[in-house]
Nanobody, 122 residues
């Protein structure tokens, strides 16, 4: 049971990136999949989640700029990030856990991808 995040990179402010989270050993449409990020010196924070019914949650800091989606045929979840800001710089992780505000819902099983670096800089 694994998740693999990819798609990070260096982008200028205002640019876009598409992060991918590929699952193996389980099917994502039965689970909630969450994206988290952790900037240097800061705690890991929840960014967005999508549940098995396709309902989406976004943190206030990214609402309107980030879109989470799922492709059941590819068994993957995506995070389309637009209008990126310097403060979006972080390592991004996907997980079967989901944080919505102050509430953390741990996945069962709890699986974490290895993280992908997103750097927003001019």
């Amino acid at each position: 049971v694994q998740l693999q995040a990819s798609g990070g990179g260096l982008v200028q402010p205002g640019g876009s990136l598409l992060l991918s989270c590929a699952a193996s050993g389980f099917t994502v449409d039965y689970y909630t999949i969450g994206w988290f990020r952790q900037a240097p010196g800061k705690e890991r924070e929840g960014v967005s989640c999508i549940n098995s019914e396709g309902r989406r949650y976004y943190a206030d800091s990214v609402k309107g700029r980030i879109t989470i989606s799922r492709d059941d045929a590819k068994n993957a979840v995506y995070l389309q990030m637009d209008s990126l800001k310097v403060e979006d710089t972080a390592v991004y992780y996907c997980s079967t856990s989901c944080r919505m505000g102050t509430v953390l819902v741990k996945g069962d099983p709890e699986v974490w991808g290895q993280g992908t670096q997103v750097t927003v800089s001019s």
